[in-house]
């Protein structure tokens, strides 16, 4: 109850404070610089350069307290040792390279860098060509969607349950060594084997990834003109050339937007790991290497940091290459 | 449209049966879950959930009674007693763990010593001896029984109740509803000024909020549980809001000035001409038109909330009475691994509103999703 109160007791002050700042600011400026008298034009010129900060102002304080900060301050603390202390320079970055975690985490991001985007994108591809085709397209395409909406850990437990092993001859309740089973083979212990378990856990993420993909890419196939599909069947074109050689070119830019956009997501992954394996045999990623030196045990915050900065250079290409795209659709 | 007449038909039941596979694939581990959490415990234990709507077979042992228990009846010592739990019935019975289905309910079996045991389709067993029984242990009676399948609201009403479930609830919506709406409320104006007022360094602004989306949380975490400490907000609900705000932020606002950037010019032109203020056209025009885009954020904003483990976990305590859903499932995970019954109702609980809002708001996160494209987590 206390805690009902505290909620919407915020979310009150929080829209009031809102409203008042961007409500009683404007009031303000108008009243220091009014539209009137004999400075009217001058004052509504400088009211006017003056209105947009009013506007921007919190969303540029909380950005920059919340996002821009904790970037440099990050790249400072990876220069330093593991309390903050003292500077070390590159010592942290030397450790990384050296350290057999590290690698492990490394070659696992790069694995699920090439694997994830691009299953999810052909999942997402085939589903938006054949949902589209179909009268039953709209219910296929909600329930294709419908992991979006199921949180990491959510899925790490559904998941968790298809992986689950019994001893062999018992009753396997886990559906993947259920099947195994029926087909005469012999129950694995899924998630413990090295190298082919990061894969059982990168499926958890196609799974919720393929219907972002589906969904941004079914629109793109749609907005494909009809005559240059038409032209191609009157050409004698068959229903695999024309998705290959017509569609599939035109929607280039979407299809590289939902890669790039699940690159990203892969980059971060981070509670799958954690909740499925916590990065042990031989599932390490780099999110939760960092995670495990910022709170687990003694903190070092060097280190984590280092990790963390390595993820956001990871990113950087990605966010350049969005900054170009949005400039130049602006102009 | 598209395909030969000859093949056409065929293409159109090769299409429609890739679909149904992929519906099925995409929805069965959910499936599995929802029936998984409305089974009985032991159940689910005994056999997977794909048979949960079949009896189940199961093979168990229960021991007959020891000495105390004895009663004399003329010239022989007898123990009697059920060997069947409720709702079970008997298939067949056994001495022997070698050979446990070796008798049919009724039978009589003749064991050493002159004793007798008989277990009836009941349940009901009855151990005979010509001489007083002396053991301390009772001796194992083999069981074959069949169980008709249970369904059951228990696991719900016992992790809500028992494993916290109910209080994690409560503060994931303490957690979500302010970190979705105050975003909304900042991001609005600035997406407006970006979208319709002229001033110097707009275009790099813009740069700067698509840069932002992408930038990952991890390096957030300790500088600004560092920042809370030092400014005494320490761990709590106020310091989570405003970090799931900050990193919110860029999202609401690159998605609202695309959107605003849309609205037809002449509208807002002529409201200027007029002599409207910036404020009144923001508050009369930008924001009632922008709905869509704005309905589009908050749902992306509350499931991205709702679902985060990462943020929770650092920002909020660890304590039992104040994690999130995220952390006590995570938690549950670690210490319930192979309870299936709570894991599984616990999982469904905390995906159940999500779902909900997911299936009666898909229009817009659609919308939401084409015109934001570009962040990811």
Known sequence: ?331 | MDGHAGTRSSLVWAVNLAAALMVLLWTIPTFGLLVTSLRDSDQIAASGWWKAPFTSVQSDFVRAGTAPDQVAEGEIWVIAGNVLEQGEKLRAWGTDSRDPMAFAPGDVATLADGRTLSVAVDGAYRLTSPVEFTETRGMRIFITTLTPPRFTFENFTRVIGAEGLGQAFLNTFTVTIPATIIPILIAAFAAYALAWMEFPGRALLIAAVVGLLVVPLQLALIPLLKLHNDIGLGKGYMGIWLAHTGFGLPLAIYLLRNYMVGLPREIIESARVDGASDFQIFRRIILPLSFPALASFAIFQFLWVWNDLLVATVFLGNTREQLVMTGVLRELMGSRGGDWEILAASAFISIAVPLVVFFAMQKYLVRGLLAGSVKGG
């Open chain 1, 1 to 331: 109850m206390e805690q009902f109160l505290l909620a919407s007791g915020t979310i009150v002050a929080g829209v009031f404070g809102c409203v008042a700042w961007f409500w009683g600011s404007n009031i303000a400026l108008d009243l220091a610089l009014p539209a009137r008298g004999p400075r009217a034009g001058a004052n509504m010129q400088r009211a006017g350069a003056i209105r947009p900060w009013l506007f921007l102002g919190p969303a540029i304080l909380i950005l920059a307290v919340y996002l821009v900060y904790p970037v440099i301050n990050s790249a400072w603390r990876a220069l330093n040792d593991a309390d903050g202390t003292t500077f070390v320079g590159l010592k942290n970055y030397q450790w990384l390279l050296a350290d057999s975690k590290f690698h492990e985490s490394l070659g696992n991001n790069m694995l699920w860098l090439v694997t994830v985007p691009a299953l999810s994108t052909v999942f997402g591809l085939i589903a938006a060509q054949i949902t589209d085709r179909i009268r039953w397209g709209s219910f296929a395409k909600s329930m294709i969607f419908m992991p979006m909406a199921i949180s990491f850990v959510g899925a790490g437990v559904i998941w968790k349950f298809i992986y689950d092993f019994r001893g062999e001859g018992l009753e396997q309740i886990g559906l993947l060594n259920a099947i195994v089973v029926y087909f005469g083979g012999t129950p694995q212990t899924w998630l413990v084997t090295p190298f082919w378990n990061s894969f059982l856990l990168m499926a958890v993420l196609i799974w919720i990834q393929t219907g972002f993909a589906m969904v941004i890419l079914s629109a793109a196939l749609r907005g494909i003109p009809e005559e240059s599909i038409e032209a191609a069947i009157l050409d004698g074109a068959n229903p695999w050339q024309v998705f290959s050689r017509i569609k599939v070119p035109q929607i280039w830019g979407t299809i590289a937007v939902v890669w790039t956009t699940i690159t990203i997501t892969v980059l971060k992954v981070f509670d799958i790991v954690f909740v499925m394996t916590n990065g042990e045999w031989g599932t390490q990623v780099l999110a939760n290497l960092m995670y495990n030196w910022m709170f687990r045990g003694a903190p070092d915050y060097g280190r984590g940091s280092a990790i963390a900065i390595v993820i956001m250079a990871l990113v950087t290409p990605i966010m350049i290459w969005n900054i170009r795209n949005a400039r130049r659709e602006m102009r």
